[in-house]
């Protein structure tokens, strides 16, 4: 029985570990494509070594993707001398693959989807977004200038956040100058596009709903929403502010499809009910998304 369980298990886990190799080479090599096609051909340097290798290619002629490893395998092996081995070989294979298939892209000629500007930004973003989503599921990174933001980060205190602004927001400038400031304000869309893509990627479309209740009348409340919506009821201890009482506050995670109903629900038992509405971007466990 042992050696079945053990089996199994090993079996599992090669599986995850292909899956997630798999997650980076195709993240990669939609990242790399679209640099190609969308944002390359139309001087975009929306951040990143990939934004560098851009300037650099329209300055001095230099190819994106031997710019690219000359950047990133450095930086790779000064976070991992930094920051400690916690990057592993899932990076280090996006660090590589993304030029070499930014190499083949160019090798084969293959032509700019747009020449117009504004579309290869948005589509650019999009695209990139896609592929960092991807890759992010394969539980990596494709290293660059987020690790010398990291390094920056440990180093200053400042928060990582500002530090990737930093860089990027430099980079931009750098290609707002070079090439013109239309060329740094789709970078900007592109990065922007990027950003919002990776929240889809990584969160999906659902969107669920967080609420509050606070209500005198805790138990039927609480036995409507549970019978009449079919959803769980969370009892938080609370303080008023004003009147320095004890009382129970109700939190209820529900669709947003649900919330109309819930609202019903609520003001049908106690019309003096006050109700908080925050969103949640990711609800994990039973009547939402699986953990597993």
Not at 74 to 89: C, H, S
Not at 220 to 241: C, E, F, N, S, Y
């Amino acid at each position: 029985m042992k050696k079945v369980r053990y089996s199994t298990a090993l079996t599992v886990g090669w599986g995850k570990t292909f899956f997630e190799y798999f997650f980076v080479l195709i993240g990669s090599a939609i990242i790399a494509v679209a640099f190609c096609v969308f944002l390359l051909p139309n001087h975009i340097a929306s951040g990143g070594v990939s934004g560098i290798s851009t300037i650099l290619k329209s300055t001095m002629g230099f190819n994106p993707a031997f710019v690219q490893w000359a950047f990133n395998i450095p930086l790779f092996i000064a976070g991992v001398f930094f920051l400690g081995r916690q990057f592993g070989a899932k990076t280090l294979v996006g660090t590589i693959f993304i030029p070499l298939v930014v190499y083949l892209v160019d090798l084969y000629n293959i032509k700019p989807a747009t020449d117009n500007p504004l579309l290869a930004s948005i589509f650019g973003g999009l695209f990139i977004g896609l592929g960092l989503g991807i890759v992010f599921r394969g539980k990596a990174s494709t290293g660059g200038t987020d690790l010398a933001a990291q390094i920056v980060h440990k180093y200053t205190g400042l928060s990582l956040g500002i530090c990737v602004a930093f860089i990027d927001g430099l980079i931009v400038l750098t290609s707002a100058i070079v090439f013109n400031l239309e060329s740094g304000m789709y970078a900007l869309i592109a990065l922007f596009v990027t950003s919002k893509t990776i929240d889809l990627v990584q969160i999906g479309l659902a969107r669920s709903k967080m609420a509050l209740i606070i209500t005198s009348e805790v138990e039927p409340v609480t036995t409507a929403i549970v019978h009449q919506l079919d959803r769980g009821v969370t009892k938080l201890t609370g303080v008023g502010g004003y009147t320095n009482e004890d009382r129970l506050v109700l939190m209820c995670v529900l669709d947003q499809t649900e919330f109309s109903s819930l609202r019903d629900i609520v003001r049908t038992v106690d019309r003096n009910a006050f109700i908080t509405v925050v969103d949640a971007t990711e609800v994990l466990g039973e009547g939402f998304t699986n953990l597993t």
